[in-house]
């Protein structure tokens, strides 16, 4: 019961299968690949003029580094376009992230110099550069701050329902569901043609070389992955993997074996903590939401809009605010639920405006639910027992998502009897 969608109203194109839109000023940065190393930045510069950027780095690190990965923002419309040898690089907005196709030894107190380049003319200077290498230790980042363990499994056990209609995260999930988005995949919906399951694939890579069932599909990948960044359109094609083999049973089966599935988890989970749950919890922050419903909120926005720019902006207009001045919490009396309530309503008449987005509409009436029942904290366990109709009139459609109860650890059921309400 996989519900993607497309935000392309409110004057953006926003690419809704798991943030393969444009981030713009919310991204935070690349996909981390293997574990961050301890290294210095000591040269970043691009000479506009000469299309041409260089990123010199030291490590200064105990270990050498092996297979480095290089990423790094953009600014907004501008793409990277050229691998030097051994390279390979993807972009999912403006982060762009470059990873080894051979071994590179970077020892110990070295120095590395990188080159790319992009289509700019104008000089800037690369933002948030991270390097990271499956040597460095570790291959998932430390989870995000700002929520508990049982919290943080209650966010993404609510957003796993409105993807795969269940709590449980379904790292094995892969389907075309006819969205123009290519194969729908994993636990977060990461769609083949919008920029981010092709990063589940580069990290998973990267960690494994051996029994990849994966790594075929990266020249089908690029190839769809290219015309998206240069057209700007999600694509719905799967040709390009087709041909290479069973993308479908590939992806499930490198996360049903034993031996390969911590790594294909891993990867999964590291795309989702950059690319969605960190974005969300810093534009939570910076906007002064501090409670686990409104963080929960802004999660899901994220995975299912791939921006919370529009819905924020909405908010704070609705609000009073329009200077958008942050945190907008506690400016001119404005409160965090008074915050959470604009910004789920605009969502909400986002998803009714169109009618292939309608089904959908459902998914922001638990949060609404939440925040009138005062469960800020998932102190008590969340039901989705609401619609959107429940909570706003009758026009709204039912979308059928399975009732799930989930409980403040993480862990669920289905109940044997459902009242809807939004009360």
């Known amino acids: 019961m996989k519900r993607k969608l497309a935000w392309v109203g409110l004057g953006a194109a926003l690419a809704g299968c798991a943030g393969g839109g444009e981030l713009g000023d919310e991204s935070t940065g690349a996909l981390q690949q ?7 930045v000591t040269t970043n510069t691009y000479n506009g003029p000469d299309y041409w950027g260089t990123i010199v780095f030291k490590n200064t690190g105990s270990a050498a580094m092996t297979s480095p990965t290089v990423a790094f923002t953009v600014p907004s419309g501008v793409t990277c376009d050229h691998d030097e040898a051994g390279w390979t690089h993807t972009q ?19 120095s590395y110099t990188f080159y790319y380049s992009t289509t700019s003319s104008s000089s800037f200077t690369a933002g948030g550069v991270r390097i990271s290498d499956p040597s460095c230790g570790g291959t998932t980042p430390p989870p995000s701050t700002g929520l508990t363990t049982g919290q943080r499994k209650v966010a993404e056990g609510l957003t796993s329902i409105w993807e795969n209609d269940t709590p449980a995260l379904a790292y094995a999930y892969a389907e075309n569901i006819g969205d123009g988005r290519g194969y729908t995949n994993g636990r977060a919906g990461f769609c083949t043609g919008t920029g981010d399951a092709i990063q589940v694939i580069e990290c998973y890579r990267s960690l494994r070389s051996s029994g990849n069932l994966m ?12 015309r998206f960044l240069s057209t700007g359109q999600n694509q719905a094609g799967t040709s390009e993997l087709d041909s290479l083999g069973n993308w479908r049973s590939d992806w499930a089966a490198s996360y049903n074996n034993t031996t390969t599935q911590a790594d294909f988890k891993s990867c999964q989970d590291q795309v989702v903590e950059r690319l969605y749950f960190t974005p969300a919890l810093n534009e939570a922050k910076k906007w002064g939401l501090t409670s686990a419903l409104s963080k929960a909120a802004f999660y899901d926005a994220y995975i299912n809009h791939g921006s919370l720019s529009a819905f924020i902006k909405a908010a704070n207009n609705a609000l009073g605010n329009s200077a958008q001045v942050a945190p907008a919490v506690g400016t001119n009396g404005i409160t965090e639920s008074a915050f959470l309530q604009k910004f789920l309503e605009k969502r909400r008449d986002v998803l009714y405006a169109d009618s292939t987005w309608r089904e959908a509409v459902d998914r922001v009436a638990v949060y609404e ?3 009138r029942q005062g469960n800020w904290s998932f102190s008590t366990a969340v039901r989705n027992d609401v619609r959107a109709r429940d909570c706003w009139g009758t026009t709204y459609p039912a979308s059928g998502y399975t009732v799930r109860q989930i409980n403040p650890d993480g862990t669920w059921s289905t109940p044997s009897s459902v009242t809807y309400s939004c009360n």
């Open 34 to 40: 293997g574990a961050d190393c301890a290294y210095s």
């Open 369 to 371: 639910k939440l925040r």
């Open 215 to 226: 790594s075929k599909y990266m020249p089908g990948l690029t190839t769809i992955n290219n």
């Open 92 to 110: 999912s907005g403006t982060t762009c992230t470059y990873s080894r196709t051979t071994g590179l030894t970077v020892g110990a107190g070295a």
